[in-house]
């Protein structure tokens, strides 16, 4: 048996070290024995197994040493997605709360990225944990720091309520915040809860179903229609015909998850096939590979492909 050790002397141990990390790190290699002691970490293991953590282990420190930052999810890209982040690093988008950087880290989200910066209209077609929603709003909350917009509209189709909530108790908001807590959960991971509750509370940013839209003209402003699968084909080109002048729309939606009633179509279906190939609208799939969530959801998500596959 033969080991290798690491003296880290730029890194936060705490940090680096957390208990998520370090379990990811141990989970990955699951042949070499690592043991952690302040900012030295010493793996165990025979010959080939050691140099394949050595490489590993130092695109991680990699990573952490111009990003600042470092979580599971991220061991997980470079250990088992072999991403590599040396002349394909990640695009830094913003820097969120306490300055974590928010990052477009897969090739589809920086295909998103780059897409949503040269068009007006931008459709993330995609499986749950792809990065859709979240990098939207990231662009959006960019798009607000830098005066681009002076508005962020996020909304999405309250479908299981089949958009009439009334017999939800409490007020407007609370009867809304079950359908569109997902859209606040990416927006506290960016702005301070303090500065945020004054921009919801000025309209500056503004969360709503998806009927609050109608009869609108969305000027200056980011939009973002997020669970656009549940939208019907009136719903999706209602929503569409807001924009205004200098706004951004933004579509996120899997089409493999429709909660519509029955003989009922997507309106996220109908408009992929309607607009594909236009000048100045760009659609972007992304697929299980962009997946950033705990790695058991790439395993759920292909056990569910393979039913379908074998449904046909």
Known sequence: MSDLQFELTDVDPQYFFSRDN????????????????????KALGEKNELKKFDKKFRSILNYYLEYNSIDSNVINDIVVKDLKFNGDRPSLILHGVSGKPILAKTINQKKLYDSITSNDLVFAVGPAGTG?????????VKSLKEKEIKKIILTRPAVEAGENLGYLPGDLKEKLDPYMQPLYDALTDMIPSNKLEKLLDDRT????????MRGR?????FVI????????????KMFLTRMGMNAKFMVTGDPGQVDLPRKINSGLTEVIKILSNKRGIKIIHLDDKD??????????IDAY???EKNAL
Do not use: C, W
């Open 22 to 41: 370090l379990n990811s790190l141990k989970s990955s290699f699951p042949k070499i024995k690592l043991i952690q002691r302040g900012q030295t970490i």
């Open 132 to 140: 859709k929603t979240y990098t939207g709003v990231a662009m959006a």
């Open 205 to 212: 940013i503004e969360i709503a179903p998806l009927a609050f």
């Open 217 to 221: 003209t969305l000027d200056n402003a």
């Open 225 to 236: 229609l997020d669970e656009a699968q549940n939208t019907t084909p009136a719903q999706m």
């Open 291 to 300: 997946v950033i969530r705990h790695p058991v959801v790439k395993k759920v």
């Open 305 to 307: 492909d393979k039913i």
